[in-house]
T-cell receptor
Framework: DTEVTQTPKHLVMGMTNKKSLKCEQH?????MYWYKQKAKKPPELMFV???????INESVPSRFSPECPNSSLLNLHLHALQPEDSALYLC?????????????FGSGTQLSVL | AQSVTQLDSQVPVFEEAPVELRCNYS??????LFWYVQYPNQGLQLLLK??????LVKGINGFEAEFNKSQTSFHLRKPSVHISDTAEYFC????????????FGKGTKLSVIP
């Protein structure tokens, strides 16, 4: 299994809703990532988990809350989002955390905030 | 800090013609360089990477890239493109072995014309 699976594929939410994005991999990877990608822009790093511990938070607003329950799962909890948070949210994983690691990406969750 | 610049936002090319997508990097330290491809409505997939050693790197789907330290470039090439190569291509960089923060360029949209 060489896939990173993200659910849901599409999500529409209001600004007062609470929702969660889920990501799963069964490749034994020890690093997992959340990226945000606006339309026609490159992905931007949000969070990095290494061995289930949050190691990088790229100054992301607190309305985004990551969680890594175990080495295979990564969640992103969403609360009180703004319309400008509408984007494709990509999860990725890598075997280790060295700079030369290949990242495996999921297909993303397309989020629309109304 | 390191960064990459993709010189062309869009590259149209006829089917079976060769193509070169340009990428220049900037860094004060040794870097690792990557090319990722993103097909419509999908996540990113690694095409190839340069860590060290031979400056000519071969990747998947017939792509190759050449690392040129003196020109700080890492251009991607394919001798003959197919319709299925139509996608967004991202050049990316990390700051060497100790850094796993992948920084992407703005992307180049390759459109293959039948």
């Amino acid at each position: 299994d060489t896939e990173v699976t993200q659910t849901p594929k599409h999500l529409v939410m209001g600004m007062t809703n609470k929702k969660s994005l889920k990501c799963e991999q069964h490749m034994g990877h020890r690093a997992m990532y959340w990226y945000k990608q606006k339309a026609k822009k490159p992905p931007e790093l949000m969070f990095v988990y290494s061995y289930e511990k949050l190691s990088i938070n790229e100054s992301v607003p607190s309305r985004f809350s990551p969680e890594c329950p175990n080495s295979s799962l990564l969640n992103l909890h969403l609360h009180a989002l703004q319309p400008e948070d509408s984007a494709l949210y990509l999860c990725a994983s890598s075997y280790g955390t060295g700079g030369g690691e290949k990242l495996f990406f999921g297909s993303g969750t397309q989020l629309s905030v109304l | 800090a390191q960064s990459v610049t993709q010189l062309d936002s869009q590259v149209p090319v006829f089917e079976e013609a060769p193509v070169e997508l340009r990428c220049n990097y900037s860094s004060s330290v040794s870097v690792y360089l990557f090319w990722y491809v993103q097909y419509p409505n999908q996540g990113l997939q690694l095409l190839l990477k340069y860590l060290s050693g031979s400056t000519l790197v071969k990747g998947i789907n017939g792509f190759e890239a050449e690392f040129n330290k003196s020109q700080t470039s890492f251009h991607l090439r394919k001798p003959s493109v197919h319709i299925s190569d139509t996608a967004e291509y991202f050049c990316a960089v990390t700051g060497g072995a100790g850094s796993y923060q992948l920084t992407f360029g703005k992307g180049t949209k390759l459109s293959v014309i039948p």
